[in-house]
């Protein structure tokens, strides 16, 4: 007997309305991202429109460590994710075939430049399956490799929203130039992203000198004290206008969250804004051409709560609604 056998004639069946066709309780079976089918085989993402993929790796932070622990523990938070934005209405089950395709394998854990390297070979070949990339950190250097491989399948350099409280376009350091602290600026130099189509939203903090790169490029910077001068509807409004009409990447650093919302993170920066202005601002952006995000920075270890991974968890499923939107406009 299945469940829609107990559902009497001619009454719609709310519970998979609500639940899809995984009617069981949250807490049971083997976490995935958002609950969806795990398809790890690379033959089988073909099928796949938009792959949710985990990034383990934390070789590039600076401060705090743990967001390697991240994408296990944003799978077991998204179980809680529903199926269906409450505001914008978007079903994105009903407008895309979405999967998780598993964790990236990195075999140069130990050895920066290689592990770099592999996340890039990876998203290479996800690219080339024609999947949108959803992805979780992981520290914020994961989104480099991304971009690159990104930027080839398109044939041009990618736009960027961004919310963080760093702007993450610093110099070397330590010798090293993929750290977490410098991704935008290397994809700048690295001709994966368009400094001109590029916004930061949220910025704050102690590290601001570090940041030149950012505006000597061109790249548009919003202050967390411009936000609130702004407004979210006047954040909304740049982000469109400097993201234009290209390819976008929405990439969402949970430390550009207040640390009441995001503890769980590897440098957190007192006065970020709330998840509520997140949303907002993420909903906001429906009508880009968002063709992938990531959420990134979530460290377990500073949050045995999980709320990070719960707030991180809801971003992650508001680019999965408006990356689903942006493939049935481009379908329909």
Known sequence: MTDSDNVPSGVPDERRQAWGENYRPRYSGVATF??????????????????????????????RPGARHGPRQLREQSTLMGMVNHQSGVRPYDLAKVADLGDVPIEGVYQLDNAIADIESHYDRVMAAAVMPISAGGDHSITLPILKALARKHGCPLGLVHFDAHCDTGPELFGHKHHHGGPFRVAVEEKALDPQRTIQIGIRGPAEPLWGFSYE?????????????????????????????????????????????????????????????AQQMLRGLAGLDIVAGDVVEVSPPFDPMGTTALNGAQMMFEILCLIAQNLDRKRG
């Not at 790890?40 to 993929?53: C, M, P, R, V, Y």
Request: with cysteine; glycine share 16%.
């Open 217 to 277: 490029s061109g790249m548009t910077v919003v202050h967390i004290e411009e936000l609130y001068a702004m407004g979210i509807s006047g954040v909304i409004k740049k982000a469109r206008e400097v993201a234009g009409g290209g390819p976008v990447y929405v990439s969402f650093d949970v430390d550009g969250l207040d640390p009441v919302f995001a503890p769980g993170t590897g440098t957190p920066e007192v006065g970020g804004f709330n998840t509520y202005e």
């Open 34 to 63: 958002m609950r969806q089918p795990l398809c790890e085989k690379e033959t089988a993402w073909s099928e796949i429109d938009i792959g949710l993929i985990g990034v383990p790796f934390d070789g590039g932070v600076t401060n």
